[in-house]
C-alpha cells in the first residue's frame, strides 16, 4: 500500500533549528518533495530530492534515505514567518503520481 | 499571485445547487490537477489533465465533473453535493517533461462549504 508518515504538530523556539521527519512505504519511488503552506494559502515548493543524501538550500535542508524510506526538512534560524504546515509527497513513479502526507503544523513562538 | 488563480476563493452552496470552480493558469504548463484538501488529512488528488486530456481519475463521485478547455484553464462542475464536501480544493499545474522533478505549482485553493 501507500503511506505516508509526518508528525502532526511540532512547536519550536525562534532562533531554534527543528527537523520534521517523513517515512513513506510507496510502490515504485522516484523522489521526494517538501511544500510549505502557510493559512489560507497555496502549497509552496521547498524541495526536492531523489538520490541519498542532503541537499542544502538557504536555512532550509532536505534529506533522502531511500533504503530506510525517510527523509527529514530541517529549518535553521527559525522565523515567527516560518510557522506554517509543512507536506511531505512521494513520488510513486516517474511523472505526476505523488502521495501526500497529511502535513506537520509548525508553530514558531517567541 | 503565484501564476495559478483559482475563483471563487470561498464558496457556500447547498446540496441542490449548481456551481463551477474555476482555475487558470499562466505558466505555460501542459498538465493541470485538482486536490481536494480536508482538515487533518493528506491531499487526495481527485482528477489530471495532462495536455487536455484526462489522464487520471481517482474514483471520484460523479457529482465532481472536471473539464479542461484548453491547456491555461480548468473547471471543477459541482452538483448535489453532500456535506462531507466540504473541503478546500486545490488547482495545480506543472510542467510534464521526459527528466527532471514534476514541481506542481498550486493555487490558493476554493474554500467550499456545503450546506
Known amino acids: 500500500g501507500q503511506n505516508i508518515d509526518q508528525p502532526t504538530e511540532m512547536t519550536a523556539t525562534e532562533g531554534a533549528i527543528v527537523q520534521i521527519n517523513c517515512t513513506y512505504q510507496t510502490s515504485g519511488f522516484n523522489g521526494l518533495f517538501w511544500y510549505q503552506q502557510h493559512a489560507g494559502e497555496a502549497p509552496t515548493f521547498l524541495s526536492y530530492?531523489?538520490?541519498?543524501g542532503l541537499e542544502e538550500k538557504g536555512r532550509f535542508s532536505s534529506f533522502l534515505s531511500r533504503s530506510k524510506g525517510y527523509s527529514y526538512l530541517l529549518l535553521k534560524e527559525l522565523q515567527m514567518k516560518d510557522s506554517a504546515s509543512y507536506l511531505c509527497a512521494a513520488v510513486m513513479e516517474y511523472g505526476n503520481k505523488l502521495v501526500f502526507g497529511a502535513g506537520t503544523i509548525l508553530r514558531v513562538k517567541s | 499571485e503565484t501564476g495559478v488563480t483559482q475563483t471563487p476563493r470561498h464558496l457556500v452552496m447547498g446540496m441542490t445547487n449548481k456551481k463551477s470552480l474555476k482555475c487558470e493558469q499562466h505558466l505555460g504548463h501542459n498538465a493541470m490537477y485538482w486536490y481536494k484538501q480536508s482538515a487533518k488529512k493528506p491531499l487526495e488528488l481527485m482528477f489530471v489533465y495532462s495536455l487536455e486530456e484526462r489522464v487520471e481519475n481517482n474514483s471520484v463521485p460523479s457529482r465532481f465533473s472536471p473539464e479542461c478547455p484548453n491547456s491555461s484553464h480548468l473547471f471543477l462542475h459541482l452538483h448535489t453535493l453532500q456535506p462531507e464536501d466540504s473541503a478546500l480544493y486545490l488547482c495545480?499545474?506543472?510542467?510534464?517533461?521526459?527528466?527532471?522533478?514534476?514541481?506542481?505549482?498550486f493555487g490558493a485553493g476554493s474554500r467550499l462549504t456545503v450546506l
Open positions: 495545480a499545474s506543472s510542467h510534464q517533461g521526459t527528466s527532471g522533478a514534476n514541481v506542481l505549482t
Open positions: 530530492n531523489v538520490l541519498d
